[in-house]
Structures are given as C-alpha cells and as structure tokens.
C-alpha cells in the first residue's frame, strides 16, 4: 500500500504515544496530590484563625446568617473579594451538609483543588530541562508535607500562592502575548488574595520583562481588569474600592496594630526553616544549589519575598508559603539532576529514580511529624472542632456562653452553638471587670451550656456541671452544662459576642 502524505509517519506515531505517556504520567501525580489533599479537607485543624474568621466566617455572613465580626472588618482592612470568592463553595457546602460542618469542609475541599495549580507548574517547569525533570518535580509538588500541609486551608497565602507559581510559568521562557495577558490576570488574583506578595510579584514582572520591556503592557492589561473586578467586588459590599489596602498599610505599619501578636527578630524565618525541615535543610540547599540554574527567576523570587518578610515585626510560617513552594521546585529540579548523574553509573543506573523519589516522599513523610511545631499544627483546632460538634449536635442548647476563653479558638460561631444565642463574658471587657463571677450567675437563665476552662467550674453557678473537656489553644476547656430552657434576660443583653469584641477591641 502507497503511504500519501496524510498518513502518520512512524515517528509521528512515536511522538503520539511519548506525548500519551508524558499527560498519564501527570495525571497519576496530580491523582496522587488529590490522594494525600482530599482527605486532609475533612480533618478539623486549624493554621491560624483566619482561615476562619476572616474568610469563611464573612462568606457566611454575605449569605444572610449571622456571625462573628473581629477588629479586621470592624477597621475595614480587609478587602472582600477573597470571601466573595469563598461565598459559592461555603453555599454549596451549606446545602449538601446544612448546620456548619459542609460550610467548612467544601471550601477547603475547592482550595485542595486549587492548590493542584502548583504540582502542574512544577511539572512543567521540569519539563523545560527534561522528563525526568519534570517527573520529579512534580513528585516533590505532590508529596512535599508543607505543600500537602497547606492545600486545604482556606488562608491567603496558598491560595495566593496557588496562582502566582503558574503565573510565573507563563511569563518566562518566552511568552506570546495570550501567556502574558493570562500571567497578568493570576498575578492580579494573587496580589488582590495576598497583597504582600507585592514585591515578590514585583521582582518575578522586572525579571520576566528584563530586556524584553514591551511583555509588560500586556502584563499589565491582564492586571488591570482583574483590579477593576475587585474594585466592582469592593462597591457590592458597599465600601470604597481598595481602601482596606490603605487601612492595612495603615493599622500594621503606621500604627504597628501587627505588633500586638508578636515582634521577632530578622532571622526567624531561616529558625523555622531550621525547625520544621531539621537537618534536611542540608540536603534540600545542596539541591537547591545544583538547580536553581534552571529557573534562576524562582530563586530570587523566593528570596525577595523571604527578605521582604524578613524585615516585618511580626512573622508566621504561613506567610512565606510562596518561598517554601518555590524552594521545594528548585530543590526538586536539583535532586533531577543526581538522578542523571547517578544514571551515568551503570551500577545505579536501575536505582537512581526510586532513591531520590523514596528519599522525597520519605523525608516528607518523617517531617511531617518529627517537630513539635508540625504535631502542634496538625492537632491545631481539632479540641475546639470536638467540643463544637457536641455542642452543635445537642438539641437542648438554647444559648451559650464562653467564660474567660478566647473567641478565636471557636471553628465559627454556626459550627459552635447555630441558631442558639452566642454571649461572651470576658475578665478584660470593661463591663465585666472585677464582677466576673456574679456575671456569670446573673446572666445564667440565658444560656444552658458554657465554655469554659476546668479550673473555672468553682466561679460557675452550682447547676453547671462539666461535661467534656478537650485541648485547645493554652490548655483545655470544657463544656458545663444545666437542665432546662434559656430565658433572656436584660442582663445577657450587653454581651452577645459581638458586642463584647466591640469593646475589648478584638
């Protein structure tokens, strides 16, 4: 038979089916991201009480149900399009598991979701170098715990993060004008979830445009749509556009209001690295060293944005998640590069993969848990989540009341106590101070459960008695609990949660 000039030439074929095995290869490492993200979406812990309270909290609250408002949105220094963006996924979690529990869980399940952008990045950054680059980097992206770690929380930083990494694959290694529109609009996203990601951002657009300065307009159109979004995101909810920015700029740097949660020193950041990665810094930085050629964009990216945080009083591990996503990509590109090396060796030519992937998801897995920081994190939130739950699920609460325990150890007021009335009877509000226990007794007939730690059940009125108890954040605390229905009375009035955060300025 005559071949014609339509038929596919063996190599043509041969290209086909090495181009079919590269997309299953990533398919069977974005389902084994999936495999390790997912399930982490219904563990009940907690990173950092923002991911509660100034996120799905407000995406409750835009919903029509009450909630509970902090110092943030009272000052108005956060903007409203991260919880606009969280809104669809809380409604939906809302309708398949009503009462709290599905509100919480489908949003972080979409931010796992999200979070896979990263392990394609990574795939395809190797694949600039080799397949096997692109392999392992996308392993790493996978497996790596601080990765894995972070996928589910509904917290600026990863989600940010989540959009900023592909965008900086699509502004490099020459880009057409369709890519650098595109990178534009994620790093738009990304400066609008997380503007401190700023200079960072601004450091990956000077080193994509360096030398080639006419990629910056369509950069910059991407961009700019995306802040007109927000701008239209910002006049919905009826504030000016942008101005949580100033009014951030404002209470953390001119007022230092960040201050208040902790001043550390310059080099906190390399301690964390320190005590989190143990001595496989050692490892990870000689990986880094060997492949940081190949995307030397994404070293200094990393390293700005450490710096820049860095110079800031006030320093959380979170807030450096685009340096550690960028580090790991760079080591894992450098740890490619032993494979080839090994490969030269005929006698570890069969066992150079395995080793360094084994050592990847190895030394992931004994990281995950060797530091005391790591255990912390993912127990943190799980006591409150309990306690919660019970409470929720208990037909006969009718109010409840938090007695000398922090709001934000809650996991949200609807998953704490619902419809029930929500009151807090704190030592420092000024309405409370000095009187606490007689409180407690006067505005009793309004709530029939309270949260409580257990050295407090001598101040609590004789009808109380403890129930559970669990490790929260500083200790335990404990439901006490009375018979009977809640009657409110004009004492209770003044200390619906609210209110009380009103005066105590939190």
Not at 213 to 219: A, D, K, T
Not at 236 to 259: K, M, T
Not at 290 to 314: D, E, K, Q, Y
């Amino acid at each position: 038979m005559t071949r014609t000039s339509a038929d596919p030439t063996p190599d043509d074929a041969a290209q086909a089916g090495g181009s079919t095995k590269r997309w299953q290869m990533l398919a069977a490492l974005l389902l084994l991201a999936l495999a390790v993200r997912l399930p982490l979406a219904f563990w009940p812990n907690i990173v950092h009480p923002d991911e509660i309270f100034q996120y799905l909290e407000p995406a409750w609250r835009m919903l029509g149900h009450d909630g509970i408002i902090t110092w943030e949105w009272r000052y108005g220094i956060r903007g409203w399009f991260l919880p606009t963006l969280l809104a669809g996924p809380v409604a939906l979690g809302d309708w398949i598991a009503p009462g709290g529990e599905g509100a919480f869980v489908v949003p972080r399940l979409a931010a796992a979701v999200a979070s896979l952008s990263i392990v394609v990045s990574a795939w395809l950054f190797g694949a600039r170098v080799s397949r096997l680059h692109a392999i392992i980097a996308a392993f790493a992206a996978a497996v790596w715990f601080d990765l894995v770690f972070f996928a589910p929380h509904t917290l600026s930083e990863p989600l940010a993060t989540a959009l900023i990494v592909p965008a900086a694959l699509l502004v490099t290694d020459h880009p057409s004008l369709r890519r650098l529109v595109i990178g534009g609009v994620l790093l738009a996203l990304g400066f609008v979830c997380r503007f401190q990601y700023a200079p960072a951002i601004a450091v990956l657009v000077i080193g994509a445009c360096w030398g080639r300065w006419r990629n910056l307009l369509p950069l910059i159109a991407g961009g700019i749509v995306v802040l007109l979004f927000a701008a239209i995101v910002d006049v919905a909810h009826g504030v000016v556009p942008f101005a949580w920015l100033i009014a951030n700029i404002e209470q953390n740097l001119l007022r230092d209001r960040a201050a208040e949660f902790g001043v550390t020193s310059a080099i906190t950041y390399l301690a964390d690295f320190w005590i989190i990665w143990s001595a496989a810094c050692v490892l990870l930085l000689a990986a880094i060293w060997r492949g940081w050629r190949h995307a030397p964009l994404l070293l200094v990216v990393a390293l700005a944005n450490l710096v820049f945080h860095s110079l800031i009083g006030h320093k959380e591990y979170r807030f450096v998640f685009l340096s550690v996503v960028l580090l790991v990509i760079l080591a894992a590109l450098g740890s490619a590069d032993w494979i080839e090396a090994l490969r030269a060796k005929r006698a570890w030519r069969p066992w150079a993969l395995p080793i360094v992937a084994g050592g990847w998801a190895l030394l992931s897995l004994v990281l995950a848990g060797a530091s005391e920081t790591m255990r912390d994190n993912w127990m943190g939130g799980v006591g409150a989540a309990q306690l919660a739950t019970e409470l929720r699920s208990d037909p006969d609460t009718c109010g409840v009341a938090l007695y000398n325990v922090p709001f934000h150890i809650l996991p949200g007021r609807e998953r704490l106590s619902g419809s029930s009335p929500l009151y807090a009877l704190q030592p420092g509000d000024p309405l409370a101070k000095g009187h606490l226990k007689e409180l407690v007794l006067a505005t009793s007939p309004a709530f029939n459960r309270i949260l409580a730690r257990p050295d407090a059940a001598a101040d609590l009125p004789a009808t109380f008695s403890r129930r559970s108890c669990a490790l929260v954040i500083n200790g335990d605390a404990c439901i006490f609990a009375r018979s009977g229905t809640c009657a409110a009375t004009s004492a209770v009035a003044p200390f619906v949660i609210n209110d009380v955060l009103l005066r105590l300025d939190y």
